[in-house]
């Protein structure tokens, strides 16, 4: 029997500002998840929370896309969010663009990531959570991750990861997607998914087919048609025996990439990898954070998890990330700091602009 994972993950509210999810919408969410658990929905679940956003990671036998499932999620959203409108918690069912469940959450403003598999006879599953960021920020440490041989020994030295990996790159400006081969069409990945805020990777594959990785990749201010706030992804990856090992699925985040997000999701700035604890994007809402969890999923139950950034051996990463932090921060209202103009689009930039629109004159 297959087992299947799914993490779907929302904003609905926080204190104070953006920073935390309330523990009693946590709560809330665990009691629903509790429920669907008792009626056979789910078969194990796990609550998380990067920053304001919550992070359901659920294991059940229904497949991906199932409706029962999404509504579950979708359900403890919204019971959370009605306790975030009596507290006047800050962005209360922020991420919830619809009152009503039509079927799948995709396109109701909750990030999804899913995988079905069959279980191997032992199964490493890590869960990466974010905060003040974009799908895009996935890309470079998943791609490290699956086919960067100074990242992943194994991609050398072990012959069952050595014929690389398949990615899966939606451009969801376009609404298009591509099926790349790693070694082979290296070049050519890295050329699209260098646009971080264009070309996202949505899944990776053994050449075999396998799952290897899935990443949420809604964009909620393109859904949204407005700045309601960003779409802070989540990302699934199976590690060892045939997949990259625990250690080389976690070591491309001690390396604090720039990514967009930060204030306002306006800014570029250092991604600070951090335990389930430190979660809390303050300064200047930020800089833009990961979690890290590592789970064995067994028969469908959720061993675990590690708290996989909770290592000292990550301290001189956030250190690197807060240096560079107060240096980027020097840079104010100005670029590279702030995003670039067509990023700007989907931020609160045009509101201003139309303002000004009218002062300008032509040039001869
Ligand atoms: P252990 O000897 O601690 O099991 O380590 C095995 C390994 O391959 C670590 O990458
Ligand atoms: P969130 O997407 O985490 O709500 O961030 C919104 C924001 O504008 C932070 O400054
Ligand atoms: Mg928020
Ligand atoms: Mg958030
Ligand atoms: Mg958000």
């Known amino acids: 029997m297959k087992t299947t ?8 509210g926080s204190v104070s500002g953006h920073c935390v999810a309330h523990p009693e919408l946590m709560d809330i969410c665990d009691e629903v998840l509790n429920e669907a658990l008792e009626t056979g929905i789910l078969k194990d679940y796990y609550v998380s929370r990067c920053g304001d956003d919550i992070d359901l990671i659920m294991t059940h036998d229904k497949g991906e896309e199932n409706e029962e499932v999404h509504k579950t999620a979708y359900s403890a959203f919204m019971k959370a969010t009605e306790r975030a409108r009596e507290l006047k918690l800050y962005g209360a069912g922020q991420d919830l663009l619809s009152d009503t469940f039509s079927g799948n959450i995709k396109g109701m403003g909750p990030g999804v ?4 598999f069959e279980e191997r006879p032992s199964d490493p599953v890590l869960v990466f959570c974010c905060d003040k960021t974009e799908p895009g920020a996935f890309n470079m440490p998943i791609f490290r991750m699956f086919a960067d041989p100074f990242n992943t020994a194994g991609l050398v030295i072990d012959p069952s990861l050595h014929d690389g990996f398949k990615f899966e790159v939606f451009d969801v400006i376009e ?5 790349l081969n790693c070694p082979e069409e290296m070049y050519d990945l890295l050329a699209l998914i260098g646009s971080t805020g264009r070309y996202v990777i949505k899944r990776v594959w053994k050449k075999n087919g396998e799952i290897a990785s899935a990443i949420s990749t809604e964009r ?5 048609g407005e700045y309601v706030g960003k779409d802070d992804p989540v990302a699934i ?5 045939g997949f990259p090992a625990n250690g080389e699925c976690v070591d491309p985040f001690a390396f604090p990439h720039m990514v967009s997000g930060w204030m306002r999701g306006s800014h570029n700035g250092p991604m600070m990898p951090v335990s389930e604890a430190e979660a809390n994007p303050i300064r200047f809402d930020g800089p833009p954070r990961v979690v890290g969890l590592g789970f064995q999923v067994a028969n469908g139950e959720l061993i675990g998890p590690v708290d996989l950034f909770d290592d000292p051996a990550f301290d001189p990463t956030r250190e690197q990330a807060a240096k560079i932090a107060t240096y ?28 000004l629109e009218e002062r300008f004159e032509d040039m001869e």
């Open 328 to 355: 980027i921060r020097r840079h104010g209202p100005f670029e590279p700091h702030r995003l670039p103009a067509e990023e700007m689009e989907y931020t609160s930039l045009p509101g201003v602009m139309t303002k």
């Open 175 to 179: 609404h298009r997607k591509v099926i």
């Open 237 to 241: 990856v199976r590690a060892q025996s």
């Open 220 to 224: 909620l201010n393109l859904m949204a």
């Open 113 to 116: 990531a899913e995988m079905e």
């Open 5 to 12: 994972v799914s993490v779907i993950k929302a904003d609905i």
